[in-house]
């Protein structure tokens, strides 16, 4: 009887298995879109993301509004001369606590990217002035200049000197700022 079972089974698969092999059709895939996958050019546009606003996706890679990145901490002040005005008067002070500010770091950052125009000391004397490739970058000492007026000029650019908010760190420009009010008072 066991046997007999068996061998009903054995002839069970056998002819299941054989019936489904047909050479002149192909066979049945379990997932066809595995193997035979669409072909995408690359670079082509797609209308995978397509919404009825018609923004053909771009709605979900745009940050929602209002959004900032993670770390960024705005800077409410314009690019326009009356916000410097503004923040002199106001008398902007660093964010960063004593503790926070790195004395070393701000040297080489203001070696990298000011002492070129002006000079190792902020006397306005670099090495472009010296070679008279800029004339009139002024000395720390004739200016009135406080930590939030340097932030934003480093952040925006004044005159021919351009914005290195690019290059600088919010809290690297703070630094900055720290070590050129420490040159202003050795002058």
């Known amino acids: 009887m066991k046997s007999l079972l068996k061998i009903t089974v054995v002839l069970g698969i056998v002819v299941g298995v054989s019936s489904c092999k047909n050479d002149e059709?192909?066979?049945?895939?379990y997932m066809p879109n595995m193997y035979e996958s669409v072909a995408y050019e690359t670079y082509s546009e797609s209308d995978a993301f397509n919404s009825p606003t018609g923004?053909?996706?771009?709605?979900?890679?745009?940050?929602?509004?209002g959004s900032i990145k993670r770390g960024f901490v705005p800077y409410e002040y314009p690019n326009t001369p009356e916000a410097l005005v503004a923040v002199k008067a106001a008398n902007l002070k660093s964010p960063l606590d004593s503790t926070q500010v790195d004395m070393k770091k701000a040297e080489e950052l203001f070696t990298i990217y000011c002492a070129i125009c002006h000079g190792t000391t902020g006397d306005g004397k670099g090495k472009l002035v010296s070679n008279e490739k800029f004339l009139g970058v002024p000395s720390?000492?004739?200016?009135?200049?406080?930590?939030?007026?340097?932030?934003?000029?480093?952040?925006?650019?004044?005159?021919?000197m351009g914005s290195h908010a690019n290059q600088l760190s919010q809290t690297e420009r703070w630094?900055?700022?720290?070590?050129?009010?420490?040159?202003?008072?050795k002058l």
């Open 55 to 65: 923004l053909k996706g771009k709605e979900g890679q745009e940050p929602a509004d």
């Open 175 to 185: 630094q900055v700022a720290a070590y050129v009010m420490q040159l202003k008072s």
């Open 140 to 160: 720390y000492k004739d200016r009135v200049i406080n930590e939030g007026s340097i932030f934003h000029v480093v952040t925006y650019g004044l005159n021919s």
């Open 25 to 29: 059709k192909p066979n049945y895939q």
